[in-house]
C-alpha cells in the first residue's frame, strides 16, 4: 500500500517555528510531526509514503534519508514547481501511485495529531463500495475546517463544504482520506483543491464515505491548538502507553522527557508539558503546559507556562514565560526578562521586558 502526505504550504500559521524548518518537521511531544503519521502508515502495512513538497524540498530530502533506513519504510518526495494544492499533488505523482497499484491510497494532511484509527479505516472502506473515505471528527468550531453532512447509518456523505461561512453541520474533515486509485484518474494536473473540487464531485455521486473517529484530533497548524493538541496526545499516552510518561515528586499530570534531557534539582514540572532530547533543565525551573524542543537549556528558577519553546533556546535564570509566547530556534533570552505572550524571531537574545504580546523581529 501507498500514501501521500501533503507537505507543501508555507506553515506560515506556525511561525517563527517554521522559519528554521518546514512545518512537518516542527517537533511534536519531542518527535517531528511528521513521523508520528509515517509511524502510523507503517503499521497498517504501508510500503511506501510520497511526500508532495513545495517548500524547501532540500531540508526534507536529508531528513528522509535519516529516516528511511531508521524507519524501514520507503519515503520518496514528490516536487512541484508551482503549488497544486491539496489534489494537484496526486495528478502529479499518478505515475506511481497507479501504475501496477490497485490497493487503495492513504492521504494525509501533515499537521494532524489523532489516534490514527487507519486499520478501521481500511476495514470501513472496504466494505462500503463507494470511491472514496474520509475521516471526520466532531468539534466546537467547525467554521475553521471542512465540513461533512453525512447518512449517520450508512456514513455517505451528503455535502462537503470547506470552510463554510454560515453553519452546515459539527462534523469535519479531519485531513486522512483512503482513495481508489480512480479518484487520482479525476484530478487534472493543475492546482487543484480536494476539498472544494474533487469531494463535492464524488459526494454529488453518491461515492463519498465517512467514518467518524470518536479519538482525540487536533490540527496543531497554528500555536494555541498545538499545545491543546499535545495535551490530548499526553492524556493519550496517559490512557494507552502510560510508561512513556514520567513520574515522581517533582511532576504533576502528564508529562513527557526525552530520556536524553536532564533535569536538575527542586524542579516542579506539569501537566502538559513536554521536553525533547538533550535538554538542559537547571535547578528550581517551573514548566506547565509547554513544549520544550531539542537541545533547550533552561536556567535556573526559570518560569514557562502555556508557550512553545524552540530548539536550542537558552532560557535565562529566573525569566518568566507566559500566555502563548512562541520562541523560535535558537533564541537567548537573558536572565530576569518577563515575557508576555511574545513571538519571538530565530536567533534572536532577548534582554528587555515584554509586557503585552508583540513579535521581536
Ligand atoms: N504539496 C502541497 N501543495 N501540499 C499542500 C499545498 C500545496 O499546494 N497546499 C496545502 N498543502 C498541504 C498542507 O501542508 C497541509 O498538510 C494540507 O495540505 C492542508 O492544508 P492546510 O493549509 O493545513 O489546510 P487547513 O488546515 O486550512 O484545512 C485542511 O485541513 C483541515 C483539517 O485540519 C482541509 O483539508 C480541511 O477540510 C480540514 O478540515
Ligand atoms: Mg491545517
Request: glycine share 8%.
Amino acid at each position: 500500500m501507498k500514501a501521500v502526505i501533503l507537505v507543501g504550504g508555507f506553515g506560515t500559521r506556525l511561525r517563527p517555528l517554521t522559519l528554521s524548518i518546514p512545518k512537518p518537521l516542527v517537533e511534536f511531544a519531542n518527535k517531528p510531526m511528521i513521523l508520528h503519521q509515517i509511524e502510523a502508515l507503517k503499521a497498517v502495512g504501508v510500503k511506501e509514503v510520497i511526500l508532495a513538497i513545495n517548500y524547501r524540498p532540500q531540508v526534507m530530502m536529508s531528513f528522509l534519508e535519516e529516516y528511511e533506513s531508521k524507519l524501514g519504510i520507503k519515503i520518496t518526495c514528490s516536487q512541484e514547481t508551482e503549488p497544486l494544492g491539496t489534489a494537484g499533488p496526486l495528478a502529479l505523482a499518478k505515475e506511481n501511485l497507479t501504475q501496477d497499484n490497485d490497493e487503495p491510497i492513504f492521504v494525509l494532511n501533515s499537521d494532524i495529531i489523532c489516534e490514527y484509527p487507519l486499520k478501521e479505516m481500511l476495514e470501513f472502506h472496504n466494505v462500503h463500495g463507494g470511491e472514496a473515505s474520509i475521516m471526520v471528527t466532531k468539534v466546537a468550531e467547525p467554521s475553521k475546517y471542512g465540513v461533512v453532512v453525512m447518512d449517520e447509518d450508512t456514513g455517505k456523505v451528503k455535502k462537503f463544504v470547506e470552510k463554510p461561512v454560515t453553519f452546515v453541520g459539527n462534523k469535519i474533515n479531519a485531513g486522512i482520506y483512503l482513495l481508489n486509485t480512480s479518484v487520482v484518474d479525476r484530478i487534472p494536473l493543475q492546482p487543484t483543491s480536494i476539498e472544494r473540487q474533487v469531494f463535492p464531485a464524488i459526494a454529488e455521486e453518491g461515492l463519498l464515505y465517512a467514518m467518524e473517529s470518536k479519538g482525540f484530533w487536533m490540527d496543531v497548524g497554528q500555536p494555541k491548538d498545538y499545545l491543546a493538541g499535545l495535551r490530548l496526545y499526553l492524556e493519550h499516552l496517559r490512557r494507552n502507553f502510560a510508561n512513556s510518561l514520567v513520574a515522581g515528586p517533582n511532576i504533576i499530570g502528564n508529562v513527557l522527557i526525552d530520556e536524553s534531557a536532564k533535569i536538575g534539582e527542586g524542579c516542579l514540572i506539569g501537566p502538559d508539558v513536554s521536553v525533547g532530547p538533550g535538554c538542559v533543565i537547571e535547578c528550581g525551573v517551573r514548566l506547565s503546559s509547554c513544549t520544550l524542543m531539542k537541545g533547550v537549556r533552561v536556567k535556573s528558577s526559570a518560569y514557562v507556562s502555556g508557550s512553545i519553546i524552540g530548539g536550542h533556546s537558552t532560557i535565562g535564570q529566573s525569566v518568566h514565560i507566559s500566555s502563548m509566547a512562541v520562541l523560535g530556534e535558537d533564541v537567548h533570552v537573558n536572565d530576569t526578562m518577563f515575557l508576555n505572550g511574545v513571538v519571538v524571531l530565530p536567533h534572536k537574545e532577548i534582554k528587555t521586558h515584554f509586557v503585552k504580546p508583540e513579535i521581536v523581529m
